[in-house]
């Protein structure tokens, strides 16, 4: 069954404003130039995506990435209503990318680091954000809105080399804007200059992944006449993409992966060797030898420059993202409240993904709205609507003023020794200090869902503590840290936390399953019938759920910046953050603390056998509980 959400017709309403337009004027009168109809307080679908122009404009950065005494030039494909040749003037939503013109497969490192020669992966193909089925044209298009594709610097139709987030790729996006707003130079592709006479100068950017990092880049130099970006599951910060706390800790699912790579993989542009030498160099000062945070990644981490942000964001992450992995979003969030600026959060249960296609018809309402407030300037009351949407359960929506929610408050809960000082231990407000407890590290033969296993014994290759069975609900949203007393002896410097829901219960995967309905949002037109198959989450019944995880190398235990030798056997404290949450335990369930060196799929891999010897009561985490979760908790 196919089901239609436009309200009353969308093709009676484009015949009649054809009509309209096209009608003859009275004799003596100018003819009326073409206008958007505004109703309801929205954008109406007034336009015909079937006959909108198109064009490819070659546009002029101000860098010269590709070191070939020529700036680079960005791609820019445009699509805009018909009406935009006879005088209307609109706003453009813009989707940059690397991917427009494909990907390359390429070897990712080997993650093993004992010295011996290991066979390097063979990558998929790299698909870091999902490219959406293209819905802007359909449904935003019609209402009074160009949209368009940009290739960013390195990729497709632009020069340039791609360098995974840097100061030049974030000229390439800017670049656009600045055309739309006439202040950069641009060239149809027989060479003929061309400017954008019909642009109103307000552009909006949407994207997932990549496609969201290229927005907040843009967002984050504060160029004049972007008005509104919604990334999802974005980069803020890319030192937090491929580390983590001084440690080289991968994206989920790409154990390996790091600048450089991703450079080849979306290096499209013609004439690619001309960036081997800047690949290389990126190659070189990467540094996954200590994971440092150095000049590479501050020069990739925009989380400083929200203050220079002009644009509205609204920010979209999904709760069980693993690729792109929730700090990016909240830190980017928090930044943004700080500076003042206008804003929006969605937090959901899938993985690395966008809600629009299963909380479709609430997604087109409030993106919708967030464009046509800022880019129309519509007063629609989107900016006096809760500003937090929280997907607490598949399709189980609530939304609050704030986030973290008011009232939240960081509480300790200790790492107490079990009975007679054995394992599992407890986990409680109340300290209660002990002798050591340690563990020997075995992550590269066994994985961290492989150590959670048989909580209630001990395991040579973890610690555990729990609470008692929970008495109430107790929601953790912010972001929990780790606080631990202990000493390492051996080759892996890494330690791991993972905040563990003991339970069984039936929860999301992050995945997404096919439900065969068929929704249809916007305009059709031969190949493109403006429709989509709606999707719902994948469900798994499961003793236990990670709730997030943190890691740290111990040498960064002072600062990520700098590295400073461990000494065997000596205890430090050490303290890093998790990853953020928002995540509610249930009456009935446990909350576990599990503590391990290596995390098989995100840090390095070092020889096994490093020894963990942690000091229960002195060692402790701080959660960010909602307002009664201290209580249920005892």
Known sequence: MTRRLTRGGAGVITLVAALLATAAPPAGAAPAPPRIKVENGQTQPVFSRAEAVTQTVSIETTVDSD???????????????KETDRGLKVPTILEPSPYWAGTHDIPLYPVDVDGAQTRKSAA????????????????????????ANLDSIGTGGSTGCPTSGDRAEQAGTKAAVDWLNGRARGWAPDGTPVTAGWSTGNVGMIGQSYNGTLPNMA???????????????????????????????APGGFQGEDLDILAKVVLTRKDPEVCRTVIDELTATQDRETGDYSRVWAERDYVGDARKVRAAVMVVHGLN???VKVKNSVQWWNALKQSGVPRKLWLHQADHATPFRWRLEEWLRQTHHWFDRWLYDIDNGVTREPRVDIERAPGQWETARDWPVPGTRSVPLSLNAGAGA??????????????????????????????????????????AYLTPPLKAPVRINGIPKADVRASLDGRSPYLTALLVDYGTDTRPTGARYDTGERVCYGQGVPGDDGCTTRLGHRTETAPFKIITRGWLDARNRHSPARTEPIRAGQTYDFRWDFEPTDYVVKPGHRLGVIVLSTDHDYTLRHPAGTELALRPGASKVWLPLAPGGREALG
């Not at 070191?67 to 209503?81: A, F, H, K, S």
């Not at 698909?127 to 019609?142: M, R, S, V």
């Open 67 to 81: 070191r070939d005494g020529v700036r680079d030039r960005v791609q820019l494909r445009v699509m805009r209503p």
């Open 124 to 147: 998929p193909k790299r698909n870091l954000a999902e490219i959406f089925p293209g819905y802007y044209d359909n449904y935003f298009l019609p209402r009074g809105y160009a949209v």
């Open 219 to 249: 967002a984050a130099s504060g160029v004049e006449g972007l008005k509104a970006i919604v990334p999802i599951a974005a980069i803020s910060s890319w030192y937090d993409y491929y580390r983590a706390n001084g440690g080289v800790v």
């Open 321 to 323: 993202d693993w690729n």
């Open 422 to 463: 054995a394992q599992p231990g407890s986990l409680s407000p109340l300290p209660r200090p002990g002798a050591a407890q340690s563990l020997v590290d075995a992550g590269r033969t066994r994985t961290a869902e492989q150590l959670l296993v048989n909580q209630d014994q001990a395991d040579p290759n973890r610690l």
